[in-house]
């Protein structure tokens, strides 16, 4: 769902994929007015998996919300001019730039800033020499895959959530606000670099592990669905369910003793294995003494049961979940909770849409907005925002420049 708190910024995409179409539509989301270009017929993230039967993208129509679009001859330099002015057009709160394109050509710093010398540029690149990289093979070269996966398992297991590309875009929105602030304090525009490589690795080291490797000298091994370093494991339930119950805090901890009854017998366990339940690192060193106490009580009871007491006494906790059983069981993802709405989305149908997970205290949330058509905006950008003519519009529109609403399928 929209809100309004970046109302009236405007700012250009040309991209794909997740990182940069996710930070314009965080932007989007927002309030700012998003245009984003492609070339006619789609980019090569247009139809990407999961599709409908008809090849509608289901992750492009995610991925763009509250945009508008624009679709033009990328290669026709009438085209890119016109691309060109859009980017670099005057006013307070625009000349703002967002690409996971190469810098070169006709989208070059130099050539972008020679129209307007206080241009944002927000540029995402994949390694920070240049090079190219995606999220699916950054995150082996990261580590993590040697970390995933079963306990005792010598082979690196790869996670399915991009999660590089999300914290990229999520980077990239973020440097595109701090540019923008310097710009109006100072006046001057900027070029912001941002690799995918750099995001991964810099969180890789502020989450410790590479002090781990380096100060430590310790690898840090799969070890299943537990989590490192405090206790948190899954169990099944009674009625064929598995439930992940988390333990960090002192609190959490106490809590979790109680619901499953085990608090009578930690003092002997503590004593046999010289361990202190209330620390963090003694619960992670006794988690498998720790499961076997605590698993027999979840396994004894159905699903509805374990919720019922650990909601009841504060138990950190989740149930697994399929997709399917997120949006059939969860009120979470359900229009219940004011960030979903069922929205009809163009080729696509009712489909349950969140907006930001944003929430204001002056600005109410207004409802959510699907993904533009392909072109949805062609002509009323030319008109409104680049000022041109009914007889200019239709000359491009008869010339193959730019093209209307288009659909996949």
Known sequence: MTTN??????????????AAPLGGMTLAQLGADVIRFDAIGGGIDFQRWPVTPDGTSLFWAGMNKGKRSIAANVRDPRAQELLTALICQEGDHRGIFLSNFPASGWLADDR???????????????????????????????????????????????????AWDIATGLTAATSLLGAERYRTRRGE????????????????????????????????????????GAFGRDFETADGRRVMVVAISRKQ????????????????????????????????????ALAALIRPWIEARPLAQIAETFNALGVCWGPYQTFAQLVDEDERCAPANPMFADVEQPGVGTVRMPGSPVTSSSIPRGAPTPAPVLGEHTEQILADDLGLGTKEIAELFDGGVVTGPTRAG
Do not use: C
């Open 5 to 18: 708190l970046l109302e009236g910024l405007r700012i250009v995409e040309g991209s794909a994929f997740v």
């Open 189 to 228: 525009g900027t070029l912001i670099t941002i690799s995918l490589a750099d995001v991964a690795f810099a969180m890789v080291a502020n989450l410790g592990y590479i002090a781990q490797a380096q100060v430590l000298g310790e690898a840090r091994p799969p070890i299943g669905n537990d989590m490192y």
């Open 112 to 162: 972008l800033r020679a129209r307007r010398d206080d241009l944002i540029y927000v540029n995402i690149i994949g390694n920070p020499d240049g090079s190219t990289a995606v999220d699916y093979t950054v995150n082996p070269s990261s580590g993590f895959a040697y970390a995933t996966g079963p306990a005792g398992s010598v082979m690196p297991t790869n996670h399915v959530l991009p």
């Open 253 to 288: 901890w106490q809590s979790l003793a109680r619901a499953t009854e085990i608090e009578p017998h930690l003092p002997a366990m503590e004593l046999a294995l010289g361990l202190d339940f209330a620390k963090e690192g003694d619960r992670f060193r006794g988690r498998d």
